[in-house]
């Protein structure tokens, strides 16, 4: 009963109002409804939905032939291998929430959130002064950060002392390492500056919706 009560007290994020579901599932069954609505943007024919590992058989189209494509569907991506499914069997992951960072090459991975306006993470930076130079002269650079960063993610750098605030937001723009010498802390994501200009613009609009930020 307490676990009902729960429930309707707290509710996910918000989706985007086009969303089939007002918002973000807390279960498979849930986002396995949203796949079925941006399948054929995803350019899949769904040929079966099954019980039985991998859980749907689809054809992608390359060129003028169609191509099997075995999915599974995962409600978080580390339940793949938390299942213990062989990679072998499946071409594609579909999940929610992307928490697998060594999900093996050969398999497609689909973050379906990515989709449908859902929320993303926010990261706080601390940097030290002898780093502000990195922030002054680029607007794309190479960051540290935990696996558990997926594109779209908001890295919010924070200045130490003195001038302890934050001045910059950048979003992980890919989730791929890569490790050279001349990149910051040695190896890292990449993210892009996000402008002060489009900031201020959705401050303005969440205040003339009530909202804030």
């Known amino acids: 009963m307490e676990d009902c009560e729960v429930e309707r007290e707290y509710r996910p994020n918000t989706l985007s109002p086009d969303a089939p579901l007002s918002h973000a ?3 498979e069954l849930g986002f396995v409804f949203l796949f079925a609505h ?13 019980p039985a590992f991998p859980d749907c058989i689809a054809y992608k189209r ?6 099997r494509v075995r999915i599974e ?13 062989n990679p072998r069997d499946c071409d594609c992951i579909v999940f929610w929430h992307h928490d697998w960072p060594d999900v093996p090459r050969r398999i497609q991975v ?3 959130k990515r989709y449908f306006g859902a929320t993303p993470k926010v990261w706080i930076q601390p940097v030290i002064k002898s780093q502000w130079h990195w922030l002054d002269e680029r607007d794309q650079l190479s960051w540290a950060l935990s696996k558990r960063a997926t594109p779209g993610d908001l890295l ?3 200045r130490c002392s003195p001038e302890a605030k934050i001045t910059e937001i950048f979003v992980l723009v890919s989730h791929e390492w890569h490790c050279r010498r001349q990149l910051l802390c040695g190896c890292g994501f990449t993210f892009s500056r ?10 303005a ?3 003339s919706d009530g909202g804030g930020v």
């Open 156 to 158: 919010l750098m924070y």
């Open 62 to 67: 390359t060129g003028d032939r169609e191509k």
């Open 194 to 203: 996000v402008p002060l200009v489009v900031l201020r613009g959705a401050a």
């Open 38 to 50: 941006v399948a054929k943007r995803l350019q899949f024919r769904i040929e079966e939905i099954r």
């Open 205 to 207: 609009s969440a205040d």
């Open 110 to 112: 689909i973050e379906l």
């Open 73 to 85: 569907f995962e409600f978080r991506s580390s339940n793949f291998r938390t299942h213990k499914h």
């Open 25 to 27: 599932p807390h279960n």
